[in-house]
């Protein structure tokens, strides 16, 4: 077994959103806040992490929601930054249309045992949750090489969304998009996983098998661990 430091990615799903009853919601729309769930991540936290927030407003709100409830200064993070590529899946016209008229568009497309769209159904002008999943992952191949680069241990704590956490296991164990979709994602869980750089091996070493990424906990609530 490899005994090479490794680097935690801690990813968290925002908190719930404000939403119309029977609409989809949309695109950008404010974080509701919940005290109890915040205050357990914020307990959570490690000390001198490296924060990566998607830009929209419900994960920054999530993540100021969670700074508010840290026990000591040595959490605050050591850097925080705003990074476009774990953005949620653009939903084009869809986000915030009502969800009788979202359904009759989708009735002649394919269909998904676990979510309300195929891996491969492009919204009109939106993303196709397939093409977040490239995005996501070519993030994911550049933060291995900074990382390997750099040595760089710091705990990485990444404020985001469901359908990235998604993109995010499909990479990390190269499952297909559609199957990631059947993962499920709650408000203010914490997704965790563990990356451990590849090292150069000699002509008579064997490359070990299992990969860079060792999952150490999926949809893991606030108040546990």
Same mark, same amino acid.
């Not at 949620?88 to 009759?104: H, N, P, S």
């Not at 994911?140 to 469901?162: G, K, P, S």
């Given at each position: ?5 490794? *680097? ?38 490690p ?9 929209l ?9 969670v ?39 989708l ?22 949750f397939?093409?977040q999943?490239?995005?996501?992952s070519?993030?994911? *191949? ?10 760089? *241990? ?6 985001a ?7 995010v ?15 499920k ?10 990356f ?5 091996a ?17 949809n893991m ?5």
């Amino acid at each position: 077994m490899n005994q090479l430091p490794v *680097t935690r990615f801690i990813w968290i799903r925002h908190a719930p959103v404000e939403k119309k009853h029977g609409f989809v919601p949309d695109h950008d729309p404010n974080a509701r806040y919940q005290v109890e769930a915040a205050r357990r991540l914020g307990a959570s936290m490690p000390e001198k992490a490296r924060w990566v927030i998607s830009p929209l407003k419900r994960t920054r709100q999530t993540a100021e929601q969670v700074k508010q409830h840290l026990l000591t200064s040595e959490q605050l993070p050591e850097v925080e930054q705003v990074e476009p590529r774990i953005i949620e899946q653009d939903l084009g016209t869809w986000a915030g249309a009502k969800l009788a008229d979202v359904w009759e568009e989708l009735a002649p497309l394919p269909k998904h045992n676990f979510s309300f769209q195929h891996a491969e159904t492009e919204p009109p002008g939106g993303e196709r949750f397939i093409d977040q999943c490239v995005r996501v992952s070519t993030y994911l *191949t550049d933060e291995e090489a900074r990382i390997t680069h750099q040595n760089d *241990t710091r705990t990485q704590v990444m404020f985001a969304h469901a359908h990235t956490i998604r993109a995010v296991v499909a990479h990390c164990f190269g499952l297909a998009p559609d199957i990631a979709l059947s993962i499920k994602v709650d408000n203010y869980s914490r997704t965790i996983f563990d990356f451990l750089p590849s090292h150069s091996a000699s002509k008579d070493e064997l490359v070990p098998a299992g990969g860079n990424w060792q999952l150490i906990g999926l949809n893991m609530p606030a108040n546990e661990g």
